[in-house]
């Protein structure tokens, strides 16, 4: 069960951190990751945190503002993400990978269970 919040109205060039709470047994041996939709287009992927909390992947184009962690004592996995811009409003998911999957995982196939998400809306 992935719970995000976080999500709001902010304007351009600000900062934002999005969490992601997670209950279950396996939440520390499963890597996750954090997709986004924005209105009319597909679920994105943007960045993954290994189940050691040490390694991350990201999408290219996030690279430079967005940032993944996770704490396996909170059981949390957070986004940061720095300089939004319009473009940034999405509904942003949290997603716990599936075992036995290659790491990084990016594909959505490759990810069991889904958060409801939350929603950013950056204003120019």
């Known amino acids: 069960h992935l719970v995000e919040s976080g999500g709001g109205l902010v304007q351009a060039g600000d900062s934002l951190r999005l969490s992601c709470a997670a209950s279950?047994?396996?939440?520390?041996?499963?890597?996750m990751g954090w997709f986004r939709q924005a209105p009319g287009k597909e679920r994105e992927f943007l960045a993954t945190v290994h189940w050691n909390g040490i390694s991350t992947y990201y999408l290219h184009s996030t690279r430079d503002r967005f940032s993944i962690s996770r704490d396996n004592t909170q059981r949390t996995v957070l986004l940061q993400i720095v300089s939004l811009k319009p473009e940034d409003t999405a509904v942003y998911y949290c997603a716990a990978g599936r075992s036995g999957i290659r790491w990084p995982q990016i594909a959505e196939s490759e990810y069991e269970y889904w958060g409801q998400g939350t929603q950013v809306t950056v204003s120019s």
């Open positions: 279950g047994r396996t939440f520390n041996s499963v890597n």
